[in-house]
């Protein structure tokens, strides 16, 4: 088993999920959406630029 962190924004969570699932081998894979609830601004500011609008 491998754990896998995936960044992308709130809106694209059942794109990501879908494709998850078309590649995975369990029946029914965990598959979990965690909020950013705080963090280095100068972080969160390039992780902004870098995910799809």
């Not at 754990?3 to 078309?22: C, D, H, M, P, T």
């Amino acid at each position: 088993e491998y754990l896998a962190l995936l960044k992308s924004r709130k809106n694209l969570f059942g794109r990501v999920e879908e494709a998850i699932k078309a590649i995975h081998s369990y029946e029914v894979p965990e598959i979990l959406a965690l909020e950013v609830v705080n963090g280095s601004k100068q972080y969160l500011n390039w992780l902004e630029s870098c995910l799809w609008q």
